[in-house]
């Protein structure tokens, strides 16, 4: 079974930068697209960016569009979310998901970002 496990999230101001990680078990992690999704409180998931098997192409959400930067290393199974220029309305907990714009359940904990002055 396919483990994730998001980290480094925590406290900033606005305008602060974080980078989120996600760790992906398996053999089969080059193979897909993964995404990025989040979810506020009281709200429901929100797509954020995907990035393609090769990690040659991404796709961002529109709000997030030139300050968020998704990678991907396929040798070290991991995925990446560089957020520069955070907002009060990034403050959301951070999940990676299989699949190229994709909204499913996520299996992992997920990791929590806050953006507050």
């Known amino acids: 079974q396919v483990q994730l496990v998001e980290s480094g999230g925590g406290l900033v101001q606005p305008g602060g930068s974080l980078s989120l990680s996600c760790s992906v078990s398996?053999?089969?992690?080059?193979?897909?697209?993964w995404s990025w999704v989040r979810q506020a409180p009281g709200k429901g998931l929100e797509w954020v960016a995907s990035?393609?098997?090769?990690?040659?192409?991404?796709d961002y959400e529109d709000s997030v569009k030139g300050r968020f930067t998704m990678s991907r290393d396929n040798e070290k199974n991991t995925l990446s979310l560089q957020m520069d220029n955070l907002k009060i309305e990034d403050t959301a907990r951070y999940f990676c998901?299989?699949?190229?714009?994709?909204?499913?359940?996520?299996r992992g904990q997920g990791t929590q970002v806050t953006v507050s002055s």
């Open positions: 998901v299989q699949g190229w714009m994709s909204l499913a359940t996520p």
């Open positions: 398996g053999d089969y992690f080059r193979l897909y697209a």
């Open positions: 990035i393609i098997n090769t990690g040659s192409r991404t």
